[in-house]
């Protein structure tokens, strides 16, 4: 990666890497990565894949990195008012170099995205709520919702998953972050279940928050459970589109998840860089519409798709007995039991 002594206001004392790809087009995206503690910003982009991903699917990286001065550890303060606040501290140090690439490199600034991983994280999520106006869409891996914090000890109890508001009360401190008001980002969350450093109680935080803020439900609209985790969508009541999804890997701790091998492998297993046979790089960048999206969608995903029109059309024709046995012994008893939920949802059986 390429240094950038000289980025604009940097109040936040962060450090500027960047890679473009060779012959990288006018008008490409660009996605911001934000490492977590004790890494460096390099190591992090290599080993979650972005600097492979960014070469093969044609985007820019910015990968701020902490110092030791700020925070010993290299954690980005995501828990203090002045590293949060628009403007201010660590927060526009980021937006600066934002900025500063989307210019050098002549890149889409309607297409910008951040990801970060625990501290960076909760980090992505500061930026995502502070400016909307930068970043389309983020991902917060391991991460916890904007504004939780106030200091090092509310940021521990925080971590384990202690903050008991609601999504309205989380929305407004989001809200709150970008006076200007303006678009809602869309949101990807990523959390091992097995996490016991960031408490997965956060993820269900997180998606509440940002969907108090895209004026939706805090159910989801659709959960599928692809093998060794679960997929929650959000969906825009216009058009359908996902706003927020949310992926809770069975058995995974606290890092980064990676599919190292395989034909859209990219990255490398290292501390707090996990492999978990899924990729949140690369599926943040199809949610993002930055690469094309799997070739076969899965299997359960399909179903559940499956069971909703299944749902549907009952609810046209009266036909729910009709759709049980029509189904019964050719899904599995989970899909079968989502139908048969769905009907009864719509007051059909």
């Given at each position: 990666?390429?240094?950038?002594?000289?980025?604009?206001?940097?109040?936040?004392?962060?450090?500027?890497?960047?890679?473009?790809?060779?012959?990288?087009?006018?008008?490409?995206?660009?996605?911001?990565?934000?490492h977590g503690c004790t890494q460096t910003a390099e190591a992090f982009a290599a080993d979650a894949g972005w600097l492979a991903l960014a070469d093969r699917y044609g985007f820019a990286v910015v990968a701020p990195e902490q110092n030791s001065q700020n925070n010993p550890n290299r954690c980005f303060t995501w828990f203090s008012?002045?590293?949060?606040?628009?403007?201010?501290?660590?927060?526009?140090?980021?937006?600066?170099?934002?900025?500063?690439?989307i210019a050098t490199y002549q890149l889409e600034p309607e297409r910008v995205f951040v990801s970060g991983l625990s501290a960076g994280g909760a980090m992505a999520a500061v930026m995502l709520a502070a400016y909307p106006d930068i970043f389309a869409g983020g991902a917060i891996i391991a991460g916890l919702p904007?504004?939780?914090?106030g200091n090092v000890g509310q940021a521990m109890m925080a971590m384990r998953g202690s903050d008991r508001r609601d999504a309205s009360?989380?929305?407004?401190?989001?809200?709150?972050?970008?006076?200007?008001?303006?678009?809602?980002?869309?949101?990807?969350?990523?959390?091992?279940?097995?996490?016991?450093?960031?408490?997965?109680?956060?993820?269900?935080a997180s998606a509440g928050q940002w969907a108090w803020m895209h004026g939706l439900a805090v159910e989801p609209d659709e959960t599928w459970s692809p093998p060794g985790r679960s997929h929650s969508v959000w969906r825009s009541p216009e058009g359908g589109q996902v706003?927020?999804?949310?992926?809770?890997?069975?058995?995974?701790?606290?890092?980064?998840?990676?599919?190292?091998?395989?034909?859209?492998?990219?990255?490398?297993?290292?501390?707090?860089?996990?492999?978990?046979?899924?990729?949140?790089?690369?599926?943040?960048?199809?949610?993002?519409?930055?690469?094309?999206?799997?070739?076969?969608?899965?299997?359960?995903?399909?179903?559940?798709?499956?069971?909703?029109?299944?749902?549907?059309?009952a609810a046209e024709g009266g036909l729910a007995e009709l759709v049980m046995r029509s189904v019964s012994g050719h899904v599995s008893g989970p899909v079968h039991d989502l139908i048969a939920k769905a009907l009864r949802s719509a007051g059909l059986k």
């Open positions: 990666m390429v240094e950038t002594a000289d980025f604009g206001p940097n109040p936040g004392a962060l450090r500027m890497l960047s890679h473009a790809p060779a012959g990288l087009p006018k008008g490409a995206p660009l996605v911001v990565v934000l008012s002045g590293d949060i606040t628009r403007g201010e501290g660590e927060a526009a140090s980021v937006a600066a170099m934002t900025a500063h690439a904007y504004g939780v914090a009360a989380l929305g407004a401190l989001a809200r709150g972050a970008s006076p200007q008001g303006g678009r809602t980002p869309r949101v990807s969350i990523w959390h091992g279940a097995a996490d016991h450093t960031v408490n997965p109680a956060n993820a269900e706003m927020i999804e949310k992926h809770l890997i069975a058995g995974l701790g606290h890092g980064t998840p990676l599919a190292v091998d395989g034909p859209d492998g990219a990255g490398a297993v290292a501390p707090y860089m996990l492999e978990a046979g899924v990729s949140s790089s690369l599926e943040s960048l199809r949610f993002w519409g930055l690469a094309p999206p799997a070739a076969d969608p899965p299997a359960e995903q399909k179903a559940a798709k499956a069971a909703a029109a299944a749902a549907a059309a």
